[in-house]
Structures are given as C-alpha cells and as structure tokens.
C-alpha cells in the first residue's frame, strides 16, 4: 500500500486562462496544465486575456500568468480582473520579476511560482487553487 496522498482530481469543464508573453513557454505550460484534466486558453498578451476574462460568458476559475507578458503586467491583470471576478483564483510566474517589486505592489497573486518550475508544481498549485 502507497502511503503517498491522493492528488487533486481536477473536475472536467474547469477552465484555466494561461497568459506568458513568450509563446513557447506558454505553450509548454498550458499544455502541462491541459495533461491534468483542465479546459485551457492560452494567451500571448495580457489585455486580450483581460477583454475575455471581463466580457466573455464563461470566466476562468484560474488564471497563470508571468509578471511580464508585454502589454501590462501580471500583477496588474490581476487586479484588473479581481475587480469584477473576485473568485477568480491567480497563480503568478516569474523568473524575472524582483521580490522587491513585487513586495511594493499592491496586488497579491493567490500562489507564486518561480520560474523554472517543476511540472508537478505547476499543476499541484493549479490543483489547490481549484479545491480552495
């Protein structure tokens, strides 16, 4: 007997926006985020993801976004979309973004993850953002 705990079974249709300005690392991680069960929609700017997020009819329950994705910031879009979805749940990446900086703004992301990340902490905290 595994005496390992059980992972978080993603329910189907949970939809997660994934926002990184660099389309490959976008794509790497929306696809590992989609390997674990949940609906993706990846975007390469912030403010498009913005427009969905704030006119579309079917909201994510999760947005991943990295600091910097071009247009605006992530901390920024954060703050942007918590202000007519405040469940949304946010998972903000970085491997660029200065503690400091982040520390002064005023937005706090629900989880961080530092760039490079492992796979599977990506999608355990995408798990624990779903179950919160």
Known sequence: MSSAPESIIPAKGVLVFVVDDNALLGEI???LIATAGYETKLFQQGLPARA???NGSHPPVVLVT???IGDIN???LIGDVRQKLPRLKCLLV???AKPE?????PVRPDQFLAKPFRADDLIGAVDRLVAE
């Open 94 to 96: 970085s491997g660029t």
């Open 52 to 54: 969905e997020m704030l």
């Open 101 to 105: 900086a982040l520390a002064k703004h």
């Open 66 to 68: 990295d600091f910097d």
């Open 29 to 31: 991680t929306r696809q």
């Open 74 to 76: 992530g901390l920024d």
